[in-house]
């Protein structure tokens, strides 16, 4: 879960690529397009941040 936590603040509030998130936490692209791709699908962001 704290990935999970670390990868969407990196994509979403900071911004960063995909892979600027997967190289910071040592994850591939793929796991990183699959964390954002399901947080759009959850609505767990929108325009670009990470609703809490």
């Known amino acids: 879960m704290r990935q999970a936590r670390a990868?969407?603040?990196l994509k979403f509030e900071a911004g960063l690529s995909h892979d600027q998130v997967a190289r910071a936490c040592q994850v591939s692209k793929g796991v990183v397009a699959k964390y954002a791709r399901r947080a759009r699908?959850?609505?767990l962001s929108k325009k670009?941040?990470?609703l809490t």
């Open 48 to 50: 670009g941040q990470v």
């Open 7 to 9: 990868i969407f603040r």
């Open 41 to 43: 699908e959850l609505g």
